[in-house]
């Protein structure tokens, strides 16, 4: 796929995203990022602003499969693995597939069911399959999980363990809209606006997105600068648990993505200072003491940056 025609169809992507989530460019280019990177993203946010219909607009917007796992806490893994049941007929036992078999999974409100469903994903999140009765099973390609998940001080939520935290390429919040776009909001009718979305790529554009954004160009100034930081977290006073090696390399695939939907087939600075809290801030276990004037594990990620030289 030429780079011209990539971009072509990356803002094509953005422009559909734009019709159903109003006044939040940053988030939209977020999301697209975690795609073109083969991630998965987490939706962290209050209720209302928009976390399911981002999910629902990205899997309207290709042409592909599209799953949505309610969690609550009597879910079970078999739920949304799938589980064998015998064929009576054939004499034989057989695999039904459960939900994950799906291009595009949104996992909605992950963190009310409880940790022994939430590590049902974890396979299908760094392997792309999943393993039931000795046998290993492919999931589509491509494959995104999208999740949404309610502040942890709201009733009725389970953390989520940091090993699966780890497999989320990006944490984001959307936020409030400002008031003009709430006005908008307000004045429309978001179901409607859900089903008149029409696809815009296929899975095949998708992949070849993909696979344009993993040949984007990072010079070796850059690979430092994100081994910089990501040593920058595990020595921070604040800081009791910097990021993972796997952290450093999904924020090396992301900039790669962020450069490609920004119209560059190379890597720059602000691609890392855009992505680092994003994608570490999640990661990071903060000391119960932090610096006054810090305000939870993004602002611990800038204050990690501001210490580190940028790459002329």
Not at 86 to 95: C, G, I, P
Not at 217 to 234: F, N
């Amino acid at each position: 796929m030429e780079f011209t025609e990539t971009y072509g169809k990356i803002e094509a992507l953005k422009g559909n995203l734009g019709k159903v989530i109003r006044g939040k460019p940053g988030v939209i280019d977020l999301a697209i990022t975690a795609l073109l990177s083969k991630g998965h993203l987490l939706i962290e946010d209050v209720p209302g602003v928009g976390k399911t219909t981002l999910a629902h607009g990205l899997a309207r917007s290709i042409s592909c499969s599209f799953q949505r796992i309610q969690f609550t806490s009597d879910l079970l893994p078999s739920d949304v693995i799938g589980v064998t049941v015998y064929n009576q007929a054939l004499n034989t036992f057989e695999f039904r597939q459960g939900p994950i078999f799906a291009n595009i999974v949104l996992a909605d409100e992950i963190n009310r069911a409880t940790p022994k469903t939430q590590s049902a994903l974890l396979e299908a999140m760094n392997d792309r399959q999943v393993s039931a009765d000795r046998a290993t099973y492919t999931l589509p390609s491509p494959f995104m999980l999208l999740a949404t998940q309610n502040p942890l001080e709201f009733s009725g939520t389970f953390p989520l363990p940091e090993s699966q935290l780890d497999r989320f390429t990006m944490c984001v919040r959307i936020g409030y809209p400002d008031e003009a776009h709430e006005k908008e909001i307000m004045q429309s009718d978001p179901s409607s606006a859900m089903q008149d979305l029409l696809p815009v790529l296929t899975t095949a554009d998708v992949e070849g997105m993909q696979a344009a954004a993993g040949k984007v160009s990072v010079e070796e100034d850059l690979v430092s600068y994100i081994m910089a930081i990501a040593s920058a977290t595990r020595a921070h006073r604040a800081i009791r648990l910097g990021v993972s090696p796997r952290a450093t390399m999904t924020l090396y695939k992301a900039a790669q993505a962020h450069a490609l939907t920004s119209g560059r087939n190379y890597c720059i600075p602000d691609d890392i200072k855009r992505l680092s809290a994003p994608v570490f801030a999640h990661r990071i276990i903060p000391n119960e003491r932090v610096p006054e004037g810090i305000e939870g594990p993004s602002s611990l990620i800038e204050d990690v940056l501001s210490g580190v030289a940028v790459p002329v």
